[in-house]
């Protein structure tokens, strides 16, 4: 099967589209998906480049452990293990899989969902982890309530995007997103009730305040936002390690008087949360934005594409146009 493959550390053009072997041996509970489309996110150049030395831990020393990429898929299933319950050959299905920047990929049953009919696979593709991510820092990390203001920091891109929408759609009272002036004009178009140039205006000074602030990019930290919670606050970073002084603050954040709360937020795929995603794209309530589909022969372009932090919504890979 054709994949691109990631054998070193390195810039984008270490990547390169080879022969690899299909998988086959598939656990009790896996899922073989031929991937039609899948997308590329931050996590994929971090582990492509191996960011921050204390992740190669996890990722590889000298070269990354993983040489194929990629955790976002849409697809047709392929074959089932023994105790896959979920699925049958041939359903079209979108999730998180292992390494699916390759014709095939490996899911988790509970890692999957069914596609929703009016929902395309490329759609599909573009929603996983940032939905995820954004879906869980707001309803589990934040606890969200309806009523409550939010505020959505990086609101052009991939979690962004879909988390204003999320918190459309989770009952907030008040959503309010920050992004450049070049992209006020369709960010506008996702339901916030206003939306804030941060090029023109620092929302930290502003007097408002928030219940949650989502930083969705990662470009901001606790102590600065902290003024624009209410007693009860909480803000969360979607990017752990940027700044670097960041996770201090956050851990410091206790000391201070008050009831705000910092957190750091990574997503993990648990069972319902990809249902519940589908059926908000099957009623019209998400709709992730795709800047642009890149060919698998492109991954190159692609990574460089993210990697530039400007992308607008979400950059898709055609793996296979079926």
């Known amino acids: 099967m054709r994949a691109a493959v990631c054998r070193s550390y390195g810039p984008p053009e270490i990547l390169k589209i080879e022969d690899v072997e299909e998988p086959s041996a598939l656990e009790d509970h896996q899922v073989l998906v031929r991937v039609r489309y899948a997308s590329v996110n931050p996590v994929d150049y971090h582990m492509r480049r191996g960011s921050y030395a204390i992740l190669r831990i996890f990722t590889g020393r000298a070269k990354p452990?993983?040489?194929?990429?990629?955790?976002?898929?849409?697809?047709?299933?392929e074959a089932v293990g023994k105790n896959v319950t979920r699925f049958k050959v041939g359903d079209k299905v979108f999730g998180g899989g292992r390494g699916t920047h390759a014709e095939y990929a490996i899911s988790g049953q509970k890692s999957l969902s069914l596609l929703p009919e009016n929902v395309t696979f490329q759609e599909a593709a573009a929603v996983p982890v940032a939905a995820l991510t954004a879906l869980q820092a707001l309803r589990d990390v934040a606890k969200m309530e309806p009523g409550q203001k939010v505020l959505v920091y990086g609101a052009s891109g991939g979690i962004?995007?879909?988390g204003v929408q999320l918190a459309r759609a989770l009952g907030a009272a008040e959503v309010g997103a920050v992004c450049s002036t070049a992209n006020l004009s369709w960010v506008k178009e996702l339901g916030p009730d206003y939306v804030i140039d941060y090029t023109k205006e620092n929302f930290a000074a502003n007097g408002k305040k928030?219940?949650?602030?989502?930083?969705?990019?990662?470009?901001?930290?606790?102590?600065?936002?902290?003024?624009?919670?209410t007693d009860t606050g909480v803000y969360i970073s979607e990017h752990f390690l940027h700044p670097w002084y960041n996770p201090l603050q956050i851990a410091l954040s206790p000391l201070l008087p008050g009831h705000r709360k910092a957190r750091i937020h990574i997503a993990a795929f648990k069972a319902g949360d990809m249902d519940f995603l589908g059926g908000l794209m099957a009623e019209g309530k998400l709709r992730p934005v795709i800047e642009k589909v890149y060919p698998l022969e492109e991954i190159a372009a692609a990574h460089r594409h993210v990697e530039g932090w400007h992308t607008k919504g979400k950059v898709v890979i055609e793996v296979d146009r079926g």
């Open 210 to 229: 928030y219940d949650i602030i989502l930083d969705a990019v990662g470009k901001r930290t606790y102590f600065n936002c902290r003024q624009s919670l």
């Open 65 to 77: 452990k993983q040489e194929v990429l990629g955790t976002d898929v849409a697809g047709t299933v």
């Open 160 to 162: 962004g995007h879909l």
